[in-house]
C-alpha cells in the first residue's frame, strides 16, 4: 500500500483526505448495532442517544464510529455519483481514459 502522504488519486485528490479507521468501527460494532435496534425498535428516544454520544462536548468512542462509518457510505455515495456522472458524459470530468485505483473513468 502505497503512503499516503504520497498517494496521488487523480481526480479524486479532493475528496481523498481521509483515511477510516475500521479498527474503530470494529472495537464498536456490538454497540452500533445495539444504537441501530434500539432506535429501530423506538425502546429509546434519539434525543438520549445524542445525549449518550457527548461528554462534556466530546464525542464518546461509540459516537466517533458512527462517524466513521457514516464517512465510508460518503465515499460510496460520492463514487456512485462520480460514475453515473462519467457513464453519463465521459467528458464531464474533463479527461476521458483516465483511471483511479485501476477502476476506468469511462
Known sequence: MA???SADYGLLN???SHRTNTKL???NW???LRL???LKLGTVQATSI???LRIDDHPTKLAQAVAELGRIDKTIHALTYID???QADPDAIGSSGKSVGGFSLV
Open 50 to 52: 445524542m445525549k449518550t
Open 25 to 27: 468501527i470494529e472495537e
Open 3 to 5: 503512503d499516503r502522504s
Open 30 to 32: 456490538d454497540d452500533m
Open 14 to 16: 479532493g475528496i481523498a
Open 36 to 38: 441501530a435496534g434500539s
Open 84 to 86: 453515473e456522472q462519467t
